[in-house]
């Protein structure tokens, strides 16, 4: 199973990724994930992305496409797996088709996550991270234990640099102009199905479930 997972910043398509990419045994890569370890790590890719991702802009096309590519070919021959945050434009949609149909596989579907813009604001202004093991931590809905502190590893939670409201209101602009017009790509190939992301976490797990499986 190989499925694109499309919406825009704060839907959860984080989170719903890494717990769908359990339930069906699949590969869970994040573009956003892979480039902040680059910066974290300071490799040349992380130098050369890190002001860009601080902007809220999306990095160059053949960055991200040749960090998919590698990710894509490193997996088993039939290992299936979810991409979270690729593809980001029409571009780049075009190019992960081109790569699918070279090594022939075949994306499932494209599951699309809806969230309003001011709920989007509101999720982002409260999320803080753990730099050791990457839990996500919400308020007020899903607070650590003891504040600031993760609950995991007792390390001092972050806030992403790009989840300030300015920059979250620059991230919805691009993801509107940019990513947006893939809904229709998609939806031209029969394989984009539309969940309500502003149910509770657990619901749209379910109707994810539900929508694979169809
Ligand atoms: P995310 O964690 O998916 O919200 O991504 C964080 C940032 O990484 C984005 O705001 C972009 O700067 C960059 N990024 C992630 N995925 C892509 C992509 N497919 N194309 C271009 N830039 C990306």
């Known amino acids: 199973m190989n499925l694109v997972f499309l919406g825009p910043p704060g839907s959860g398509k984080g989170t719903q990724a890494v717990r769908v990419a359990k339930a069906l045994k699949v590969s869970h890569i994040s573009t956003g994930d892979l480039l902040r370890e ?4 300071k490799t ?6 890190e002001d860009t991702m601080k902007q809220g802009q999306l990095v160059p096309d053949e960055v991200v496409i040749s960090l998919i590519g590698q990710k894509i070919m490193a997996l088993e021959e039939n290992q ?3 991409l979270d945050g690729f593809p980001r434009n029409v571009p780049q949609a075009e190019s992960l088709k081109f790569m699918f149909d070279n090594q022939h596989k075949k994306l499932d579907k494209a599951i699309l996550l809806r969230v309003s813009d001011d709920e989007v604001v509101k999720r982002l202004s409260g999320r803080w991270n753990c730099p050791k093991c990457n839990t996500g931590y919400n308020h ?3 607070v650590p234990k003891h504040e600031g502190i993760c609950d995991r ?23 509107k102009a940019e990513t947006i017009p893939i809904e229709d790509f998609y939806r031209k190939e029969s394989i984009l199905t539309e969940i309500e992301g502003e149910q509770q976490p657990d619901k749209v797990f379910q109707d994810i479930l539900t929508a694979v499986k169809d």
């Open 38 to 41: 680059a910066v974290r790590d």
């Open 44 to 49: 040349e890719l992380g130098k050369k992305v």
């Open 80 to 82: 299936g797996f979810i």
């Open 140 to 142: 007020p809905s899903n």
């Open 153 to 175: 590893d007792g390390e001092k939670l972050l806030r992403r640099p790009d989840d300030e409201e300015a920059v979250v209101r620059k991230r919805l602009e691009v993801y």
